[in-house]
């Protein structure tokens, strides 16, 4: 069956999230001096991003909303380095000091290099959606601000409205459905190997792995490796001829 459509995962694969992550938070705390409170800026990312992997869990299993682990990240953020006032920080308060850090975040916001011109040249033969573990509005913003959303149509999922988070199958098929075409004939690509890669095979997609850092980490069978954007049309190409 050939492939006639593509979905995208977002963070990571499209989007340089990282990258916006650790400009963000670098620029929040130096603007609000706290800098110097860790024992080097890498340092502050670290804790930043360990934190962010177990709350952003959390809602990913539906325990906290998606504003819930922006507070929640603060919290925890900055009691490691003891600037929590006692009787604890208000919603409010953490809210705030989230939004400050967003401020700086979405000044760093950027597609990677090689998103837009993959997507300008599959559009003509692929119809083109996104499937994202995050919230819909949160995501449109984003990539409108980079100015991906126009390839998309109304061919965005996520995990928020949907009910259940990558790797779940049903998630993926949701993605399917919105594009209009059975999973035999989607492909998926995104940057995390077993939620990404294994996940989308799992649900029947052709699964494509983005492997940008060039890990070397054998796939599994049913999952094809690139490393760049800029392999996915001739490794298209070259499964329609299978
Ligand atoms: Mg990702």
Same mark, same amino acid.
């Given at each position: 069956?050939?492939?006639?459509?593509?979905?995208?995962? #977002?963070?990571?694969?499209?989007?340089?999230?990282?990258?916006?992550?650790?400009?963000?938070?670098?620029?929040?705390?130096?603007?609000?001096?706290? /800098? +110097?409170?860790?024992?080097?800026?890498?340092?502050?990312?670290? #804790? !930043?991003?360990?934190?962010?992997?177990?709350?952003?869990?959390?809602?990913?299993?539906?325990?906290?909303?998606?504003?819930?682990?922006?507070?929640?990240?603060?919290?925890? @953020?900055?009691?490691?380095?003891?600037?929590?006032?006692?009787?604890?920080?208000?919603?409010?308060?953490?809210?705030? !000091?989230?939004? +400050?850090?967003?401020?700086?975040?979405?000044?760093?916001?950027?597609? @990677?290099?090689?998103?837009?011109?993959?997507?300008?040249?599959?559009?003509?033969?692929?119809?083109?959606?996104?499937?994202?573990?995050?919230?819909?509005?949160?995501?449109?913003?984003?990539?409108?601000?980079? +100015?991906?959303?126009?390839?998309?149509?109304?061919?965005?999922?996520?995990?928020?409205?949907?009910?259940?988070?990558?790797?779940?199958?049903?998630?993926?098929?949701?993605?399917?459905?919105?594009?209009?075409?059975?999973?035999?004939?989607?492909?998926?690509?995104?940057?995390?190997?077993? #939620?990404?890669?294994? +996940?989308?095979?799992?649900?029947?997609?052709?699964?494509? !792995? /983005?492997?940008?850092?060039?890990?070397?980490?054998?796939?599994?069978?049913?999952?094809?490796?690139?490393?760049?954007?800029?392999?996915?049309?001739?490794?298209?190409?070259?499964?329609?001829?299978?």
């Amino acid at each position: 069956m050939r492939v006639r459509g593509v979905l995208f995962d #977002v963070d990571d694969t499209l989007f340089d999230y990282s990258t916006s992550e650790e400009v963000g938070l670098l620029g929040h705390l130096t603007a609000l001096g706290m /800098l +110097g409170l860790f024992p080097s800026p890498d340092g502050a990312v670290e #804790v !930043w991003r360990r934190i962010m992997e177990e709350e952003y869990a959390r809602f990913l299993a539906g325990e906290l909303d998606f504003t819930e682990q922006q507070r929640t990240r603060t919290r925890r @953020f900055l009691a490691h380095v003891g600037r929590v006032p006692d009787g604890g920080l208000s919603d409010e308060d953490a809210a705030a !000091w989230f939004a +400050g850090y967003g401020v700086h975040r979405d000044a760093a916001w950027s597609a @990677f290099p090689d998103a837009e011109p993959v997507l300008k040249s599959l559009t003509a033969d692929y119809r083109l959606g996104v499937v994202s573990n995050s919230s819909l509005e949160h995501q449109r913003r984003k990539l409108d601000r980079i +100015g991906l959303l126009p390839y998309f149509g109304d061919a965005l999922v996520c995990s928020e409205e949907h009910g259940a988070a990558k790797p779940s199958p049903s998630v993926f098929l949701a993605g399917c459905e919105a594009l209009g075409l059975p999973p035999g004939q989607v492909a998926y690509v995104g940057d995390k190997y077993e #939620v990404d890669g294994l +996940g989308a095979r799992d649900a029947g997609l052709r699964s494509y !792995w /983005l492997d940008r850092a060039g890990t070397g980490t054998a796939a599994a069978d049913g999952v094809q490796v690139i490393r760049s954007l800029d392999d996915l049309p001739a490794a298209l190409a070259r499964q329609a001829q299978v």
